[in-house]
């Protein structure tokens, strides 16, 4: 039998929403590096995503994934 967790507390959903927020405050819409601005940059060719989730109830261990996909039509490199 699969034990189904509780729903997060509306405080842990607070600091979530407070932790998005400031994430968001920094994110950067524009180029801010020499070799961006390079006449001989193309444009990007790949972009990648990283993910870690603890396991419930362990501190220690924890699930990685890394993908990288060709840019623009995002397929899997």
């Known amino acids: 039998m699969t034990q189904m967790s509780s729903p997060p507390t509306e405080e842990l959903v607070k600091q979530w929403e407070s932790e998005q927020e400031c994430l968001r405050q920094q994110v950067v819409e524009d180029d801010t590096e020499d070799w961006q601005r390079?006449?001989?940059?193309?444009?990007?060719?790949?972009?990648?995503?990283?993910?870690?989730?603890?396991?419930?109830?362990?501190?220690?261990?924890?699930?990685?994934?890394?993908?990288?996909?060709?840019?623009?039509?995002?397929?899997?490199?």
Request: aromatic letters at 8%; glycine letters at 10%.
């Open 38 to 77: 390079s006449p001989s940059f193309s444009g990007l060719e790949r972009v990648g995503g990283v993910d870690l989730s603890f396991i419930k109830g362990d501190e220690v261990n924890a699930c990685a994934q890394l993908v990288v996909l060709s840019y623009p039509d995002l397929k899997v490199s």
